[in-house]
């Protein structure tokens, strides 16, 4: 088959595929076992077989799930916009390593455009940064920076025989930063995990007490993580009295923003749930999140501090491969990462910037918040419904109100399958205040409130059928004599 047609046929298919990724159910749901079948992975084609390599892909887009479709609120992602689809084809297509600026000349400027764009729009003066695997790598990378500043000796020397180090994070942090702290061999009891306020946010004075105690034992309190957006409750840790025990205390402040830091596009949400974002000492922002750039797409920025990347990632020779740019700038940006081979995800956060625009992506995280308020009333409008804690931010705790006799999580999570089974909806889970709770979360922009609305009466219908099944079931069963 000749190159032009492969991909006049693989467009065809992608094509067909996007212009029905809204419509039916959002996945033909198979068991594992069954989906396996029908794939059938074992068989053995011919070797250079195109109709094979096409027939695979059918079966892929298939069985896919439809994240563009309005049913599918499960994750903090959503379908991507198409401008960043059409980078992601291209940067695949060109198939090339961002490392460094002779195998990557113009995604090295992209992205170094990107980065003083954000960099500005943060408001980190004189900083740094990089584009990241997604903000798991980044708030490691944020926390070895913080702990080779506080000890610069440790790149060197390790951490034998050095002063212990701690760091200290909401008690709903992402697990990231568990991982973290034992990639960089801190140790999980290094870790201290402050507990939450009524509002799912950092308590400051537990965080100022855990301090104290830490320097009292000789320790050295090196890292703070201000969550922006917590995974389950969407709080925002407050950063002002942070920045003020910074004071005292001289911790790096990192703000974990994977989730809610999209709220920088917008002057007024920023002041609302970010504010003195601008005096943090690092921040991170996942742009394949609310933004809804193609996965993975993600920025690290550095206030103040225009050559961490280098000083923290540099290692070993490198001199095979990078070299030094004019006038001391830095030429190839895989000298201040710690990857060698550096994925091109600049093009498509440079297509959805310049389609968008600030202005457009702010509107986009507005509505997406107005639509959170219109969904969290809709569940304090229905009898079956509850919220378990009110709305924060944008994560709508709730779940199907139970009798006293059925325990509310068994209910709830069999509900939830029952729906992804169905293809009703997709929905999270999460435990908050030892309470599971239906997460949804809204970054999609194919839901609007109508699309609220047939999700929350497909809840409520499936908890009817679920206590219907019930009911029926017990009155089958044979009474048992006293």
Known sequence: MEQEKIFERLLQLLSRHYSHRTAGTFVDYLDPGELRRQLDLDHAGPGGDWEQVFDWVEKYLAHAVKTD?????N?????????????????AATNTSACTFETAPVSTLMEKYLLRTMLELVGFA??????????????MIAMMAARNSVDPAVKQSGLFGRPELFAFVNADAHYSM????????????????????EHGRMDVAQLEQRLATVVAAGGSPFFVAATAGTTVRGSYDPLPPLLALRERYNFWLHVDGAWG??????????????????????????????????LMCNVLLFNQRPDILRQVCSAGDESYIFRDGEDGEIRDLGTQSLQCGRRVDSLKWFLDWKFYGQAGLAARVEHYLELCEYAESQVNQRDELEMVVPRESFNICFRFRTPPSIPPAEFNRELRERMHRT??????????????????LITNVNVETPEIDTFFQAVIDTGRELLAERSSRNQASPTRQA
Do not use: C
């Open 261 to 294: 830091g999209a709220v920088i596009f917008s002057d007024r949400l920023r002041g609302q749930y970010l504010p003195d974002l601008a005096q943090a000492d690092s921040f991170t922002l996942d742009f394949h999140k609310m933004l809804g750039t193609a």
């Open 423 to 440: 293809g009703r909806s997709l929905v999270g889970t999460g435990v908050v205040n030892g309470e599971l709770v239906l997460r949804l």
């Open 69 to 73: 479709h309005p049913g599918y609120l």
């Open 126 to 139: 004189n900083g740094s940064g990089q584009m990241t695997t997604g903000s798991s790598n980044a708030n």
């Open 178 to 197: 568990d991982r973290a702290a034992n990639i960089l061999g801190l140790g999980a009891d290094h870790l201290i995990k402050i507990p939450v306020d």
């Open 75 to 91: 994750r903090m992602w959503a379908g991507a916009n198409l401008p960043s689809v059409i980078g992601e084809m291209v940067a």
